[in-house]
């Protein structure tokens, strides 16, 4: 009798379990949601000097960014978390002012806070905030200028892999349209790069950016993303090494033939946190 009442307890359970399992077999067939796995907590530790370790970043779950970061220069590192200054000129229109790009790497990716010269607003930028000005939410030119800034840039194709961007390599050794057979020209891998951001106040104007690497130099040399129905055009025309540092020396958006914006730098500089 003993063994009859383990038999029927052990039972039970296989069946619930098989229950169980043949309801989320289900739910993936259908499509709907997976089960939901809570976020892992990481604890940060502290060294003998009683500063905080940080903890190694994955800067490898993207092949083509974890590339780029090597090609970039000592900037991008697992365990560090560099801050770096670019001034610059920033022109839209017959309006040419200085501008300052501080950015800020975290566990998670950046942030971003630009400001202009003769303008009280600051613009910032980090994933859990989105796009603001002064604190509030920015919209018009000063949206504007920040997705350009921010996301037409080297480091967020790096940094955008920690925030759950996708990546996906469009085409290989691809030529300007209308290219003969005896081009001598540069030839490009294209990355198009999709943003995660679901929430409407942080999601980006572009929901995508195609990256434009050269397959000589492994460098950005255009951006297109498209807002509106408008698609905008980014063209790395320069880059320049600073200390070792590969940083984009002359960047100009332009759409339907007509230049939007033009940044050219002035200086660089970066440092560990």
Same mark, same amino acid.
């Given at each position: 009798m003993k063994h009859k009442k383990i038999l029927i307890a052990i039972s039970i359970i296989l069946a619930a379990g098989a229950l169980a399992f043949g309801?989320?077999? %289900?739910?993936? =067939?259908?499509?709907? +949601?997976? +089960?939901?796995?809570?976020?892992?907590?990481?604890?940060?530790?502290q060294g003998r000097d009683g500063k905080p370790v940080q903890r190694a970043r994955n800067l490898s779950l993207q092949p083509e960014a974890f590339n780029m970061a090597r090609r970039l220069g000592s900037r991008f590192g697992?365990?560090?978390?560099?801050?770096?200054?670019?001034?610059?000129?920033?022109?839209?229109?017959?309006? *040419?002012?200085?501008?300052?790009?501080?950015?800020? *790497?975290? #566990? %998670?990716?950046? *942030?971003?806070?630009?400001?202009?010269?003769?303008? %009280? #607003?600051?613009?910032?930028? #980090? =994933? %859990?905030s989105g796009s603001l000005s002064s604190g509030r939410q920015a919209n018009g030119s000063d949206r504007d200028v920040i997705e350009r800034l921010v996301f037409d840039s080297p480091?967020?194709?790096v940094l955008g892999q920690l925030r759950g961007s996708s990546y996906f390599m469009v085409a290989r050794n691809v030529r300007p349209a209308g290219a003969g057979d005896n081009?001598?020209?540069?030839?490009?891998?294209?990355?198009?790069?999709? #943003? +995660?951001?679901?929430?409407?106040?942080?999601?980006?104007?572009?929901?995508?950016?195609?990256?434009?690497?050269?397959?000589?130099?492994?460098?950005?040399?255009?951006v297109e993303?498209?807002?509106?129905?408008?698609?905008? &055009?980014?063209?790395?025309? &320069?880059?320049?090494?600073?200390?070792?540092?590969?940083v984009p020396a002359r960047i100009v958006w332009t759409s339907q033939g007509r230049t939007l914006m033009e940044y050219q730098l002035a200086n660089f500089s970066h440092a560990q946190q």
């Open positions: 309801v989320v077999s %289900s739910r993936l =067939a259908r499509g709907g +949601p997976s +089960p939901q796995i809570p976020n892992p907590t990481f604890i940060q530790q697992a365990t560090k978390r560099e801050v770096s200054i670019a001034v610059g000129t920033l022109t839209i229109g017959s309006d *040419q002012r200085q501008v300052q790009t501080k950015r800020v *790497q975290t #566990d %998670s990716g950046e *942030q971003v806070e630009v400001k202009i010269a003769g303008s %009280s #607003d600051t613009l910032t930028w #980090d =994933a %859990s480091d967020q194709f081009y001598q020209g540069p030839l490009w891998n294209i990355v198009r790069v999709s #943003d +995660p951001e679901l929430d409407e106040a942080r999601r980006l104007q572009s929901r995508w950016r195609l990256y434009y690497l050269n397959t000589t130099s492994g460098l950005i040399e255009r993303s498209e807002v509106d129905g408008q698609r905008i &055009v980014a063209e790395f025309s &320069v880059w320049t090494n600073i200390a070792g540092e590969q």
